[in-house]
């Protein structure tokens, strides 16, 4: 069986940067094991099949190399910007089946694609000392005032604030120690940012380890992404957090420079009511993935 995917870099324009993933636009026919070997042959860190949904617009189903996973930022921006340039979707709202629930996805007319997020949860406090030595930094690199803390959109991450960019750009990690932490925390993996930028306008600059799910380091995160906006607000970080879309970049310790925009809605009592995690796409090209 021949089964084609397309390829394409989410959170950025130009084909050198933003974040790979595979999109397979009918996969109704495609068994789960079938689906895992095509993410293990097109070896990005997941790749999306999409199918009809009896309670959604689209059901999606992600798959890193070696699992399947509930939810996929980046790998939905690219879908739906796939679709839009195909003429499947157009400018509006759609609803998405996800093993992370139902969610909404808003194409904008300037083409950006924005995924809302399940509402944040908040999850335990993460021991200092154990964190810092898997980055190979000292805990007075940390950020002084904010905790290391579980905090899921969709998919559980540790959040770790540092001082600044050059302890960002200089972590080594230890991906053994952080698949450890990661897998004795539930966690998918590290969400590492400083609030200090060199870019005008931009709230974070941000790395992200996932080994325990075959992702040593990632370009672009869209689910992480949007934990860390939550965690921001909790803590007090944010200047705007009402009607502001922010700047967030990633991927440019790997020579794959990503923009990620995040944006919250609040209620009349301050409180989240809603997430919205996107960015642009770039087609790249097609392959063709050989079953038995």
């Keep these: ?29 495609l068994s789960e094991s079938q689906m895992q070997e095509v993410a293990r042959q097109v070896g990005f860190s ?6 009809p949904s009896d309670q959604a617009d689209f059901k999606v189903r992600f798959f890193t190399p070696s699992d399947e996973v509930d939810l996929c930022g980046h790998a939905t921006i690219a879908l739906f910007y796939l679709m839009k340039t195909q003429h499947l979707v157009d400018v509006g709202t759609y609803t998405l089946e996800t093993l992370a629930g139902i969610l909404k996805v808003v194409i ?13 949860e908040f999850g335990e406090i993460v021991d200092r000392q154990q964190i810092a030595d898997s980055l190979r930094i000292s805990t007075e690199e940390l950020h002084s005032e904010l905790p290391v803390q579980i905090v899921s959109t969709g998919l559980p991450d540790i959040m770790i604030a540092v001082k600044d960019i ?45 080994p325990l799910y075959d992702i040593p380091e990632e370009s672009a995160t869209g689910t992480s992404n949007g934990a860390m906006l939550c965690y921001l607000y909790l803590y007090n970080q944010l200047t705007a957090p009402l009607h502001h879309t922010y700047t967030i970049r990633q991927g440019y310790t790997m020579n794959c420079p990503s923009e990620i ?32």
């Design 261 to 292: 925009r995040a944006r919250l809605t609040l209620d009349s009592f301050n409180k989240i009511t809603q997430i919205q995690v996107g960015g642009s796409a770039i087609h790249i090209k097609n392959i063709i993935i050989h079953l038995p």
């Design 46 to 51: 997941e790749t999306a099949f999409v199918m």
């Design 108 to 120: 904008e007319v300037n083409g950006e694609v924005y995924l809302s997020q399940t509402l944040p």
């Design 166 to 210: 050059d302890v960002l750009t200089k972590i080594d990690p230890d991906f053994q120690r952080i698949t450890e932490i990661s897998r004795a925390h539930h966690a998918i993996g590290y969400h590492v940012f400083t609030l200090e930028s060199n870019v005008m306008d931009v709230l974070t600059e941000c790395r992200n380890f996932a």
């Design 1 to 29: 069986m021949e089964v084609e995917v397309n390829t394409l870099h989410a959170f950025s324009d130009k084909a050198l940067g933003g974040n790979p993933a595979g999109v397979v636009l009918q996969a109704a026919h």
